[in-house]
């Protein structure tokens, strides 16, 4: 350990013993010269209580046991009341004394020494004590960064979700539609997201969307994306360039070659028809009275990977009852204890079994299965769904 380190640790010397500091400070002149040892001096246990106040820089306290007013034992009880573990304290009591000195390292002092002082003892003692309160206080500063790192994810949280559509249902005038839908962060912030928003009366824009990575990265490069395709998807143009809009901003913009994967689709509440980009997102399915389908691929790839992309949407219809279920790979990659993955399969045959069921009972139990599926083990990626019914106009 660097001796100047040890710069900031102060020495406290307790002891009746007039002649001990002349001692101290000619014995150690060169450490005090070269400002390796800061020696402070108090002649009771009142006193040394008086002068941790003024010193609070006081890490070590060499302290004698027998002293008038308040004696080392006592002292050794009062220090133990501060709960202050970067304050070490090293007894100094005649050898024959013991009994005193095992009453004190049962009471918590950190070490001993006997009377007659060997200085060399000493200087080991004292050396060997400030590396302890260094490894300590270094654990305490590390400890209260990962206090203030967890305050910041969770606030980072609280932004996030804040920011996620919650309140459902989300546009409760209008009859022709049903939406739904849930985000589970794998961390204390996560990378996937979804929105969905009125373009204008009669077509709704909605979007699904899972950033590369994990943790703050990818929690901000989620915003960025969701911001974009909002405020791109509400000048109404079709999705194939809001797509190329988006992709050339984010590839501009991108760092860390972070990407994202996306679904976005215009739904024409009067008619049903769904207009769509899949950018490299996983297909999402179409719940149809009896029957389930996967909605086909646009040849789209991630966005913000390579500029100048090309997107290209396409056409399907919705009918009265049809139900969109849009999810992220945190489903379908989701492993269990064996380390084998839920499934396109899996999922497909819990989603057959649900066809015609309430949107919230459809992406909870969703998510039940999953979670059930995965039992007693962390949960690797997030989890998202959007669930969007079409009514029909009435």
């Known amino acids: 350990m660097n001796e100047n380190q040890f710069n900031n640790i102060r020495i406290m010397v307790v002891d009746d013993e007039v002649d001990l500091e002349p001692l101290i400070r000619q014995k150690f002149r060169r450490h005090i010269r070269d400002g390796i040892y800061n020696f402070v001096f108090a002649h009771n246990g009142l006193e040394a209580l008086t002068k941790l106040i003024e010193f609070p820089e006081i890490g070590i306290i060499l302290s004698d046991i027998n002293m008038p007013e308040m004696d080392g034992l006592t002292l050794l009880m009062k220090l133990k009341e501060l709960k202050n573990p970067g304050l070490k304290t090293v007894v100094v009591s005649a050898y024959g004394d013991m009994d005193n000195i095992r009453t004190a390292m049962n009471r918590g002092a950190f070490d001993f020494l006997t009377k007659p002082i060997n200085f060399d003892d000493l200087e080991i003692t004292i050396n060997k004590t400030m590396e302890e309160i260094l490894q300590i206080r270094t654990s305490l500063e590390e400890h209260d960064?990962?206090?203030?790192?967890?305050?910041?994810?969770?606030?980072?949280?609280?932004?996030?979700?804040?920011?996620?559509?919650?309140?459902?249902?989300?546009?409760?005038?209008?009859?022709?539609?049903?939406?739904?839908?849930?985000?589970?962060?794998?961390?204390?912030?996560g990378g996937d997201f979804y929105d969905f928003f009125m373009i204008d009366n009669d077509r709704l824009g909605f979007v699904i969307g899972d950033v590369s990575g994990k943790g703050v990265p990818a929690a901000i490069f989620m915003a960025v994306s969701r911001t974009l395709i909002r405020a791109t998807g509400l000048k109404a143009i079709p999705?194939?360039?809001?797509?190329?809009?988006?992709?050339?901003?984010?590839?501009?913009?991108?760092?860390?070659?972070?990407?994202?994967?996306?679904?976005?689709?215009?739904?024409?509440?009067?008619?049903?028809?769904?207009?769509?980009?899949?950018?490299?997102?996983?297909?999402?399915?179409?719940?149809?009275?009896?029957?389930?389908?996967?909605?086909?691929?646009?040849?789209?790839?991630?966005?913000?990977?390579?500029?100048?992309?090309?997107?290209?949407?396409?056409?399907?219809?919705?009918?009265?009852?049809?139900?969109?279920?849009?999810?992220?790979?945190?489903?379908?990659?989701?492993?269990?204890?064996?380390?084998?993955?839920?499934?396109?399969?899996?999922?497909?045959?819990?989603?057959?079994?649900?066809?015609?069921?309430?949107?919230?009972?459809?992406?909870?139990?969703?998510?039940?299965?999953?979670?059930?599926?995965?039992?007693?083990v962390a949960q690797s990626d997030d989890i998202t769904l959007l669930a969007i019914r079409y009514n029909g106009k009435s």
């Open 145 to 189: 960064q990962l206090i203030s790192i967890q305050q910041d994810l969770q606030t980072a949280h609280d932004i996030q979700q804040a920011i996620l559509p919650k309140v459902f249902p989300p546009f409760p005038h209008r009859s022709e539609f049903d939406i739904y839908a849930s985000m589970i962060a794998a961390r204390e912030v």
């Open 239 to 376: 999705t194939d360039e809001c797509m190329n809009y988006v992709n050339s901003l984010l590839c501009n913009e991108s760092v860390s070659c972070m990407f994202v994967t996306v679904f976005y689709g215009i739904l024409d509440t009067l008619t049903g028809e769904l207009e769509y980009v899949n950018a490299g997102h996983n297909p999402p399915y179409i719940l149809s009275g009896k029957e389930m389908k996967k909605v086909a691929m646009t040849g789209g790839t991630i966005l913000g990977c390579i500029d100048n992309f090309k997107y290209f949407s396409a056409k399907t219809y919705l009918q009265a009852g049809d139900c969109l279920f849009l999810y992220t790979d945190g489903v379908t990659e989701a492993f269990n204890k064996e380390e084998k993955v839920f499934g396109e399969e899996r999922l497909e045959s819990f989603l057959q079994q649900r066809l015609n069921g309430p949107l919230e009972e459809i992406v909870k139990d969703t998510i039940n299965e999953v979670n059930l599926y995965s039992t007693g």
